[in-house]
C-alpha cells in the first residue's frame, strides 16, 4: 500500500507551472472562464500540466476552513506582544484551543499556539502574514494540520 505524503511549503518554493495550475483552477471556480482551455491559456500552461497536476496542489487554506491548526514562532519578550498576537487571531474569529509560552531566554521567546479555523475564514495565510507582520515576532511555522 502507497501511503500518500504531504508537505507544506512556501510559496516562493514552489514551481511556477504549480503555481499557474492553482491560478487556473481558481479562474474555473471564479466562473470567470468556462473551459479548462481558456483557463490554461490565461495562465499560460498546457492542458495536460493541469490535468497532471490539478488533484496535487491546492492553497493551503482551502482545506484548513473546520480545522484545527498548530504553529509555533519565535517572539521577543516584550510586555503586550502576546496580547497583539491574539488579537490577530481574533480578528479572524479563530478558536483558540491551547497556547504554550515558553520561558523567555535572553529576551526570546517560543509561543505554541493551536487553534481552530471557522469555516467562514476565506484564508488562513493572510492569519498567518499578519501575525509574522507583528513587530517583534522573529517568525511563524506551521506545525501541524487537523
Known amino acids: 500500500m502507497n501511503k500518500e505524503e504531504y508537505y507544506i511549503v512556501k510559496k516562493k518554493a514552489v514551481p511556477e507551472v504549480l503555481l499557474k495550475v492553482v491560478e487556473a483552477k481558481r479562474l474555473l471556480d471564479s466562473e470567470r472562464?468556462?473551459?479548462?482551455?481558456e483557463a490554461t491559456d490565461a495562465v499560460d500552461i498546457s492542458r495536460s500540466s493541469f490535468y497532471k497536476y490539478r488533484d496535487d496542489i491546492f492553497p493551503f487554506y482551502e482545506n484548513t476552513r473546520g480545522k484545527t491548526i498548530?504553529?509555533?514562532?519565535q517572539m521577543d519578550d516584550t510586555p503586550g506582544l502576546l496580547s497583539k498576537v491574539l488579537n490577530q487571531v481574533a480578528k479572524y474569529e479563530a478558536n483558540i484551543l491551547t497556547i504554550h509560552q515558553s520561558i523567555p531566554v535572553n529576551g526570546i521567546a517560543i509561543l505554541t499556539i493551536s487553534i481552530e479555523i471557522p469555516q467562514q475564514t476565506d484564508n488562513v495565510s493572510t492569519l498567518i502574514s499578519a501575525i509574522e507582520t507583528v513587530d517583534g515576532i522573529h517568525f511563524v511555522k506551521l506545525v501541524s494540520r487537523e
Open 70 to 73: 498548530t504553529f509555533m514562532l
Open 33 to 37: 472562464v468556462m473551459t479548462v482551455q
